[in-house]
C-alpha cells in the first residue's frame, strides 16, 4: 500500500499529485482533522488512456513523472517519486514500521495495465478513484475510513471458504 500526507481543507484534500474533492463519506470521516495519511493501493490507480470512459467521472485524472517502471507479469508497475510533507514524516515512517513496511519512500507505485505504453522518464496522466482511499490519523494511526460492518462480512466469507477447503481437502484424503 502507498502511504501518502494529505493536507485537508474543507471538502478538499491535497495529496502529493494534486488536489482533489473528497467523497462525502471520506469527507466525514476526516472529520475537522487538517492532516492525514492517505492509503491508496498500486492497483486503484490506472493509466488515465487505458480507463473505461463509465467509469471516467467517478474518479480523477493528473499528471505524473513516472521515475521507473518494472514489469511483473501481466502487470506493469511503474514508480512516481513525490516530495515529503515535514510534518507527517514521522507518523507515516511509524506506520510503515507497524505494518511491516519495507521502509519509507518518497515515490508511490502505481500497477498499470499490461497494454499501458507507460516508460522509464515519462510524463503521463494517471487515473484513480478517491472512494478508494483509506484515511488514517496521523497521531494514532487509526483507519478512520473502516467499515466494520464490511469487514466482519469478509471475515465471516473468509472463514467459510477456508471451513470448505478444509472439508474437501478431509474428502480427498479419504479417497486415497
Known amino acids: 500500500m502507498n502511504f501518502l500526507p494529505g493536507e485537508v481543507s474543507g471538502g478538499t484534500i491535497t495529496l502529493p499529485f494534486g488536489e482533489f474533492d473528497m467523497p462525502e463519506s471520506i469527507a466525514s470521516a476526516v472529520g475537522d482533522r487538517g492532516l492525514v495519511i492517505v492509503g491508496l493501493r498500486p492497483e486503484h ?15 480523477h485524472t493528473f499528471e505524473a513523472q513516472i521515475d521507473v517502471t518494472e514489469w511483473l507479469g501481466a502487470e506493469l508497475y511503474a514508480y512516481v517519486p513525490f516530495e515529503m510533507h515535514e510534518s507527517v514524516k514521522g507518523q507515516l515512517e511509524e506506520l510503515d514500521r507497524e505494518l511491516d513496511g519495507e521502509g519509507l519512500r518518497t515515490q508511490f507505485v502505481v500497477a498499470l495495465d499490461s497494454a499501458s505504453r507507460v ?3 515519462d510524463v503521463t496522466d494517471l487515473w484513480f478513484d478517491p ?4 484515511i488514517f490519523d496521523p497521531e494514532t494511526s487509526e483507519n478512520l475510513t473502516r467499515d466494520d ?19 474437501r481437502a478431509q474428502k480427498q484424503d ?3
Open 45 to 59: 490507480f490506472e493509466d488515465a488512456r487505458l480507463v473505461d470512459p463509465s467509469k471516467k467521472d467517478r474518479g
Open 119 to 121: 516508460r522509464d522518464g
Open 131 to 134: 472512494t478508494k482511499m483509506m
Open 149 to 167: 460492518a464490511e469487514a466482519e462480512r469478509i471475515e465471516t466469507e473468509n472463514a467459510e471458504d477456508r471451513k470448505r477447503s478444509l472439508e
Open 174 to 176: 479419504a479417497q486415497v
